[in-house]
């Protein structure tokens, strides 16, 4: 209830944001391989951000 209002810190919309790009690559991987290269290329620019703050 009191986490309701509570800020999402930095690496925890990283973490969000690399399992949604994670999810489309995977998605899109049956239709267009294009697309899904993209995908999962962000999502490990994305990965070596969250590194970086650990």
Do not use: I, P
């Not at 391989?33 to 994305?46: G, L, N, W």
């Amino acid at each position: 209830m009191f986490g309701l209002f509570k800020k999402k810190s930095e690496k925890e919309k990283l973490q969000e944001q690399y399992a949604k790009l994670s999810k489309e690559a995977h998605s899109l991987s049956t239709t267009n391989r294009k697309m899904s290269d993209q995908k999962t290329f962000e999502a490990e620019e994305v990965m070596k951000q969250l590194e970086k703050l650990n």
